[in-house]
């Protein structure tokens, strides 16, 4: 099974940096896409930030500019790069990975969650 495991998260103000950890048990090999997902209260799940196997990269409007998304194959590890964080970046965040086995089903797979809050 994999597990992620987030780490990272923290009280910061407004105009601060953070950089968010997800670490993936064994190697990461047959993951096809890892993202970072928050989830405000009261507010549904959202998508930050992602990143394929080949290294595209994709991000939310409100990430655009301010977030990076990384991965370390080797460490086994993705990251986020927060910069700039506002107030409305409180949330919890959680990792997100896609596995395809080798018969080609594929499962998600999902972190506890690390809670970041921005004060003003």
């Known amino acids: 099974q994999v597990e992620l495991v987030e780490s990272g998260g923290g009280m910061v103000q407004a105009g601060g940096s953070l950089r968010l950890s997800c670490a993936t048990s064994?190697?990461?090999?047959?993951?096809?896409?890892m993202a970072w997902y928050r989830q405000a209260p009261g507010k549904q799940r959202e998508l930050v930030a992602s990143i394929t196997s080949g290294g595209s990269t994709n991000y939310a409007n409100s990430a655009k500019g301010r977030h990076t998304i990384s991965r370390d194959n080797v460490k086994n590890t993705l990251y986020l790069q927060m910069n700039s964080l506002k107030p409305e970046d409180t949330a919890v965040y959680y990792c997100?990975?896609?596995?395809?086995?080798?018969?080609?089903?594929?499962?998600?797979?999902w972190g506890q969650g690390t809670q970041v809050t921005v004060s003003s």
């Open positions: 997100n990975a896609v596995f395809r086995d080798p018969h080609q089903y594929e499962y998600d797979y």
């Open positions: 064994g190697s990461m090999f047959g993951i096809v896409a």
